[in-house]
Every structure is written in C-alpha cells, then in structure tokens.
C-alpha cells in the first residue's frame, strides 16, 4: 500500500510516522507513505498556499490551485483509489471504514484546515470526506495519521502475529477483555484463575464472555440489533 499526505505543515507529520510499528512496516516494504509540503505547489515565491475569503470572515482559506497542482501531479504517477479530505464535517472514521480503505493500493490524504479549504477544492478533486470525530482539531494532520496508524496495523505482516488486529476491539463490534500480564499476584489483586489454567477452549469462553460484558456496561450501542 502507498498512502501519499499533503500537508502545509509537514513537520507535525515526520516523528509519528517514524517510530514503532508504522517504522517498521515501512521498513518491510508493506507500506510507503510519502509526506508532501503543499507549499512546493504554490505558484509564487512567497510559496503562498491560503489567502483571505472572498465576503469576509475570519481566517485564512486554503486556495484551490496549489492542491489541485499537488493531487494532479500525484495523479499523473499512480491511480488513486480515493483521494480523502480530513475533516469535521465528514463521514465519520470507525473500523469497518478503516477495514476498507486498508485494501487498497493508493490513498491521498489532504490535511487542511476547517472553514479554510476553497469548496472548488472539495469539489473537484476530493472523493472522500472523513472525520475522526466530533469535535474541532486545528488541521488535519492529527486526523491523517489517525487514519494512517489503522489503516496500517492492519496489512498483513505488519503486527507481529498476523492475527491480532483481527482479534482488537471492534473487529466484531466487541470491546476487549482484560488482559493481564506478570505478576499473578499484586498488592492483593490475582489474575482470573482461568488465565493461569493453560485451558484454551475455556480461556476463549471467557475471553468471550467477558467482552461481551465489557461492551453491555460501557458501549451497549454496539450490540444493538444482536441481542433478540
Ligand atoms: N480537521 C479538524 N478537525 C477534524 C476532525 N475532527 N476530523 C477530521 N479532520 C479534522
């Protein structure tokens, strides 16, 4: 998979992508993830890249043209799946999206700034709108590496037992159950009896039984429509 970022401030992008298990995948090859300055596709020298809103209002806006500059350019070179615009107002981000958009070959990430993106942008270059959630960050960068980070841990290979983003919360609408590691015992406070029994079958029912508990006390939205 390559995942290609636009950003006006790609510094805030760099030390995320440089560490743990994103490193590593890319170390591997299984991903390629290149950062872009929006501002080497502006067209003057004072790389400008946002000006005032036409009628008024506070803020600057993201101009059209050095985005559109940056995505064709881009487009010249590889076919997109989806070209994705960061922000509150779009759909928002879960697994199940997370789940898709990790099958495909190419993704373009914009990461702008709410209330500051000329709409002919949106318009004519984006085919997806994403928000990790309701609420305002700054810019798009967080949320771009928000979506970065889930897409990537699920290719094959990247975790270390191929089998655990399989197993993570919300991969069948479940929280997790606890898990414990050493000492069995502390200030008191044991670990589940069953975790110690080497009994596989039982530790997978309570495993089961537990994240099923899990989710009716914090998330019971998530079962709706399971239960008859
Ligand atoms: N940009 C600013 N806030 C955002 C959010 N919640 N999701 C996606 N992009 C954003």
């Known amino acids: 998979m390559r995942i290609d970022i636009i950003s006006c401030v790609p510094q805030l992008l760099q030390s995320p992508l440089s560490h743990s298990i994103i490193l590593r995948a890319q170390d591997k090859g299984l991903v390629e993830i290149v950062i872009h300055d ?3 596709f502006s067209s003057n020298k004072q790389r400008q890249i946002d000006d005032y809103p036409y009628g008024g209002g506070a803020g600057m806006v993201m101009m059209v043209e050095p985005l559109a500059r940056a995505v064709r350019y881009l487009q010249a070179q590889r076919q997109y799946e989806e070209v994705i615009f960061l922000t509150p107002d779009g759909e928002k981000f879960d697994q199940k999206m997370a789940n898709t958009l990790s099958l495909h070959q190419n993704l373009m990430l914009i990461a702008g700034h709410y209330k ?19 609420y305002v960050l700054s810019g798009g960068e967080l949320p771009a590496l928000v979506l970065t980070d889930a897409l990537v841990r699920l290719l094959p290979g990247v975790l270390g037992d191929e089998s655990s983003a399989l197993f993570d919360s919300f991969q069948d609408d479940l929280l997790d159950a606890p898990i414990f590691t050493r000492p069995a015992s502390f200030e008191g406070h044991e670990v589940p009896e069953v975790l110690l029994s080497g009994h596989q079958a039982k530790i997978n029912d309570w495993r ?21």
């Open 208 to 228: 089961y039984e537990q994240a099923l508990e899990k989710t009716r006390q914090l998330r019971p939205d998530l079962l709706e429509g399971d239960e008859a």
């Open 116 to 134: 500051g993106v000329d709409q002919r942008a949106r318009d004519l270059l984006v085919t997806k709108e994403i928000s990790i959630g309701d």
């Open 38 to 40: 929006l501002r080497d």
